[in-house]
């Protein structure tokens, strides 16, 4: 059974990346932002008695699963604010999200040149550029086994899908992912 403690660290060790995976999903800082407090919040109130060791496999079985209904619930919404929108005037928004985060320079990579630190941000920023044109299922598959280092069979259990359909998606998440980076001209 995990301690407070324990529960606490994992939560704290798992926001940025869950975050990103959030983020990735509904493309809206805010939006991300709230599925990965919620996806806390069910953690911490209704598996708080599990052990240490399943805490990532539930933490993110639940985040994709509040992805999930957060999809399904702007399904709704999109479809009752169709039907009304002829009582209401439109509304214009001028701002767009900033979807890409400023990657932060570690201690251990201080002593890197300028030049070769760019060069490796640029990168990262084409990655994750790049991660968000994939499909849905392929992004989830490889944020969950190359991010989240989780095995085929756990990322199974995750995705709610068979462990064939995982290596299908990550295997076409890899080829579409190296096809778009080789295109921005970034050997690998």
């Keep these: 059974m995990a301690s407070r403690k324990e529960l606490a660290d994992y939560l704290q060790s798992a926001e940025r990346r869950a975050f990103r995976q959030a983020l990735f999903a509904v493309q809206n800082e805010e939006d991300a ?18 052990p240490v060791d399943e ?19 702007t399904k709704v919404r ?5 039907l009304f929108s002829a009582l209401a005037p439109r509304r214009e928004d001028d701002e767009t999200p900033d979807l890409l985060e400023t990657l932060e ?11 070769a630190w760019l060069m490796r941000k640029e990168v990262a920023t084409m990655i994750d550029a790049s991660l968000a044109l994939l499909p849905m299922r392929q992004r989830e598959a490889f944020l969950l086994r190359y991010w989240e280092g ?3 069979a756990d ?13 299908t998606h990550c295997s076409r998440a890899n080829h579409t992912l190296a096809a778009i980076l080789r295109q921005k001209g970034v050997s690998l």
């Excluded at 805490?55 to 619930?73: E, G, K, V």
């Excluded at 320079?105 to 030049?115: K, R």
């Design 33 to 50: 932002m709230d599925i990965v407090q919620d996806t806390m919040l069910k953690l911490a109130h209704r598996y708080s008695a599990a």
């Design 55 to 73: 805490l990532p496999l539930l933490f993110q079985r639940i985040l994709q699963n509040t992805i999930r209904d957060h999809y399904r619930r």
């Design 78 to 82: 999109r479809f009752v604010t169709t």
């Design 155 to 167: 990322t199974a259990k995750v995705m709610g899908c068979s462990e064939g359909s995982v290596k």
């Design 150 to 152: 989780l095995d085929v």
């Design 105 to 115: 320079v570690a201690a251990d990579e201080a002593h890197i040149n300028p030049e």
